[in-house]
């Protein structure tokens, strides 16, 4: 299939890959639109770097199918358009900014050598400075140059902050929403830290267990839900089971998430909008809780 302009920028159908412990992704099924910034959550183990590896070209499928910006991944590895940074940011210690920015131009078909370069001047990292001496903060804004130089469609984010602190993460998400503003470019990005999303991610993709627990655009979802509160006695509160994601109650009150609208008539009762991360971990959890109860024989594996 050929890459047209209205086609997502990735998806996924019936996806699953199995490995000889068991099942790290089963009939995962979901579209991440063009021009999007998704957030990829979910706890270790969920698949996360599974299906970062199959939409890379790293691994290939047991069922199913993915699509990147159209076109199934080959062999040969990434989508042309595709770029990928790791967690561990694969960086040459030994070599110089400068040597870096060069050896890019080497490893890629299309690199855009001025841009990755004009990257990295604009978070002052010296060129003639070895990797190995750079903050992480630094490392990370050359791997991101690295990345973007690649000029792609779509680019996948492995925990880009996960050795950051807070002014360096905050300083690199700026950089980032920078040049999704600048290119218009699809970001899917995966994190532990749902606070670094909010109001970053207008779309969510959500796997617990190697399932797809959500997909779709933040608003929606968001839109789709409402947060409960009211008397402890009696956490569902008369809830209908069907609408009921999570109910959780301590002595002084109950909260539910529920789908959908709130129920006309429960005196007591409070509606709120949740936010991401209040829809995110309330989700997994009920998704933890229905894993218990189920008893899977088979485990997932990250």
Not at 16 to 39: H, I, M, N
Not at 70 to 96: I, M, N, S, V, W
Not at 129 to 152: D, K
Request: with cysteine.
């Amino acid at each position: 299939m050929s890459t047209t302009e209205g086609s997502a920028a990735l998806a996924a159908e019936g996806l699953g890959k199995r490995y000889k412990r068991g099942w790290a992704l089963q009939d995962c099924t979901f579209e991440l639109p063009r021009g999007r910034v998704s957030a990829l959550v979910g706890p270790n183990g969920a698949g996360k770097s599974t299906l970062m590896a199959l939409a890379t070209g790293l691994l290939t499928p047991t069922t199913g199918a993915i699509r990147v910006l159209g076109e199934e991944p080959g062999r040969g590895g990434a989508h042309p358009r595709l770029a990928f940074l790791a967690q561990d940011k694969p960086l040459y210690r030994r070599f110089t900014v400068e040597e870096m920015l060069r050896a890019g131009r080497a490893l890629n078909q299309e690199w855009d050598r001025a841009y990755a370069r004009s990257l990295v001047d604009a978070a002052g990292v010296p060129l003639g400075a070895r990797i190995s001496t750079l903050s992480g903060g630094q490392r990370t804004r050359v791997a991101l140059a690295m990345a973007l130089g690649r000029r792609p469609e779509l680019i996948v984010l492995d925990e880009p902050l996960a050795d950051l602190d807070p002014l360096a993460r905050e300083e690199v998400m700026q950089a980032l929403m920078q040049e999704v503003a600048e290119t218009g470019m699809t970001v899917l990005l995966s994190s532990h830290v749902l606070a670094d999303l909010e109001g970053i991610c207008d779309h969510l993709l959500l796997l617990a267990g190697g399932r797809m627990r959500l997909a779709g655009d933040v608003e929606d979802l968001v839109a789709g839900h409402r947060l409960m509160i009211g008397p402890s006695q009696g956490a569902e509160g008369g809830f209908p089971d069907e609408i009921v994601v999570e109910a959780r109650s301590t002595q002084r009150q109950a909260t539910v998430l529920i789908r959908g609208a709130a129920p006309a008539g429960l005196p007591g009762w409070e509606a709120h909008e949740p936010t991401l991360e209040e829809l995110a971990l309330a989700h997994l959890r009920s998704s933890r809780k229905a894993g218990d109860r189920s008893a899977a024989t088979e485990v997932a594996v990250a």
